[in-house]
């Protein structure tokens, strides 16, 4: 009798084991009865999800048997189809749903203050955000890009206006960066062999800069024009010989720009993703 008395225990506790919600199981055939959980809530045949996922329903049937388990590859369409996230599936707490006591503490606080310390919560972390954001952003200095076009229409005693479009630098690439204010495309060969057609070079805008010395290369205005060249004291110079001195009398208009500071590397010119986070962090500025 007393064996009998223990089989029939023994029965009665493995039945109740059978009907525990599998939700929060941990043991080895925990995932089969998961899946058998889910399936069941929504009413579907093994066949149904084997059909789905591209297996056999006998696949499925070992699955919530505990005698296989799902192979990764089939998962994703699995977790789709029930309506659960990996996590789930495999008893695994989210961690973006897990807080820590010091962070619930803080959501506890945070509920229990006035609605104007609470904008007053909000607005200190959105600065924080905004401040580790930009750590995180390489430094970057916003020039104006000019062109020839935009001397058009100056006359004579008329100060250069810096129009033109942005463009972001890493100063990190080349130290002239943090000196420069403007950026000018050259255009033809008459300064080969140190300066290009299609080069960019880094320009100090004048006044701001010290006064240009004879034998140094500034960006000039002459008339309705643009020029890079050499000044020497009886005009601007070209480094290539085949062009001849531009000379001036009084009555020329001929206006300095600034000081040629050497050639940009188009590597120097930041991303367009890093562009607009420059944007972004400087939005109120």
Known sequence: MKQEDKKSNTSKSSKKSNITNPVHLKDAHAVGKRIKYYRERLGLEQKAVASVVGITPNAVSNWESGRTRPDFSVVPTLCELLGISLYELYGIDN????????????IEDYRGMTLGHQLAVENLISSLKAAEFAGRCPEIIKLTFCDKGLAAGFDSGVEFEDEGEPIYLYPHTNTAIRQADLVFAVNGDSMEPEYHDGDMVLVEKYPGCPELQYGEVGAFMVGNNTYIKVLEEDGLHS??????PMHFNDDDSVYLIGRVLGILDPESIASQADADNYEAIHSED
């Open 95 to 106: 961690p973006i749903n897990v807080y820590t006591e010091k962070e619930q503490m803080m």
């Open 239 to 244: 480094y290539n010989k085949k062009y001849p």
